[in-house]
């Protein structure tokens, strides 16, 4: 069985500036990325938004990657022209092809370090729970939300996005720029033995579900009244309770009863109380504070190896 070439992306977002920092090494220096024997195609995934130091220079790249946003002639930002061009050379069908598609990104919340999928494709699930079974990485599974769409890994038959934290917005950082070669090691290390038919998964995966986003409180302009609260932060993957402070403004007035945690009250099923990308800087232009997840352990299904290994066959 032959070994199917993967895509890793670094800078998909131009201020996050570690992984970029790992590619230009690895590009230098082949040897110093334990590949695991696979063909391995290293690419910036915004060259412009990296140069400015921004995570984007007209739209988020890592939204651009809808099928009616590219196959429309009149939308022309620069990152959608980008997500064309990384489609045309490196997708299945490119110039260039890949099968597999890992981006790797940073975060300035405190979740630490964390696999992402969205939606629940069998490749995708073989894949981290093999990750899992190997560092023990949570799984956060985005799936469902209208308003978050078109990321670049849902282009490709299957991939997922290594997400390291917490670090500041163009920091570059040494711990983190070693938990991000580490967790992409042994994603690789996953693919080949998928490749070679030696991979053996876990008996089952835990998986935080994705169930809805959070916005800070707002006046009827539209501006923030309250940030979130000191308590919660740093608190990713760690259940809340009921009534408890989500949010706090200056001042020694109490936490208004609308401010604190009743999952039923915000529009949510009693579950969904694991927050995630809790103050997350990026994300304050689109409206989330933090997300709510639903803790699952899901059994292995017998689809996903072989749908893993299928993908990895030359």
């Not at 199917?4 to 690895?26: D, I, S, Y």
């Not at 990296?50 to 946003?69: G, K, S, T, V």
């Not at 110039?95 to 490749?123: E, F, K, Q, W």
Request: with cysteine; aromatic share 6%.
């Amino acid at each position: 069985m032959g070994r199917a070439q993967v895509l890793v992306v670094a800078g998909t977002h131009g201020n996050e500036r570690n992984a970029p920092a790992l590619l230009k090494r690895w590009r230098s220096e082949p040897q110093a990325l334990h590949r695991s024997e696979l063909p391995v195609a290293l690419v910036l995934g915004n060259p412009a938004a990296h140069q400015a130091n921004r995570r984007y220079i007209d739209r988020d790249l890592n939204r651009c990657f809808a099928p009616d946003l590219l196959a429309n002639p009149s939308l022309q930002p620069l990152e959608l022209q980008r997500a064309r061009e990384l489609l045309a050379e490196l997708s299945p069908q490119g110039s260039n092809p890949c099968a597999v598609a890992i981006d790797l990104h940073s975060t300035t919340s405190g979740m630490g370090n964390s696999l992402v999928l969205y939606g629940r494709r069998p490749a995708d699930l073989a894949l981290a729970a093999g990750i899992q079974a190997r560092l023990g990485l949570p799984i956060y599974l985005h799936e469902a939300d209208a308003a978050q769409t078109g990321f670049l890994v849902e282009r490709w038959p299957c991939g997922l996005v290594i997400e390291v934290g917490p670090v500041a917005q163009g920091l570059l950082s040494a711990p983190i720029q070693q938990q991000t070669q580490l967790a992409l090691e042994a994603t690789l290390a996953v693919l080949a033995e998928a490749a070679s038919g030696t991979l053996r998964l876990p008996a089952g995966l835990q998986v935080y579900r994705h169930c809805g986003s959070v916005d800070l409180p707002r006046d009827g302009t539209g501006e923030a009244i309250a940030c979130v609260h000191p308590a919660l932060e740093r608190r990713d993957w760690r259940p809340l309770q009921l009534g408890q402070p989500l949010f706090w403004q200056p001042g020694d007035q109490p936490c208004p009863e609308a401010w604190r945690f009743d999952p039923e009250a915000m529009g949510f099923a009693a579950e969904a109380c694991w927050p995630v990308f809790i103050n997350e800087a990026a994300y304050g232009e689109k409206g989330i504070a933090f997300s709510l997840c639903r803790r699952e352990r899901w059994a292995t299904e017998g689809s996903w190896l072989p749908a893993l290994q299928a993908l990895m066959a030359a």
